[in-house]
């Protein structure tokens, strides 16, 4: 994706997601790294991703590595399942319904 800051806000990789999407083909994945405006976003997540692209998986994972945001294509791709443990090392969150946010973190 071409991003015009190494740290964008929503706005911008929104539409970067987007341009992505309409470029790629249904069930292409979409990867981009982010960094702290994106992953500390609370509006940034699965849902989110969910609307803008719900047939193409989408990755966004911390220049650190240590966690993803990703939407319900990717997690399904990856065959994370709604009741999936959390891995030792790792969690995967969960809304107060029990939902996965699609945020994953550390060896999740």
């Known amino acids: 994706m071409d991003l015009k800051t190494p740290d964008p806000a929503w706005p911008e990789m929104k539409s970067a997601i987007d341009e992505a999407v309409r470029s ?3 069930g292409s994945p979409i990867h981009s790294e982010i960094a702290w405006k994106i992953f500390r976003d609370p509006s940034v997540n699965r849902n989110t991703l969910d609307r803008i692209a719900p047939n193409n998986p989408v990755i966004l994972e911390t220049l650190t590595g ?16 709604e009741d999936q443990p959390d891995p030792m090392g790792g969690r995967y969150e969960r809304s107060p319904d029990g939902r996965l946010t699609g945020v994953i973190r550390e060896y999740a």
């Open 24 to 26: 790629a083909r249904k």
């Open 66 to 81: 240590h966690a993803l945001i990703v939407n319900s294509a990717a997690l399904g791709r990856a065959g994370i399942r």
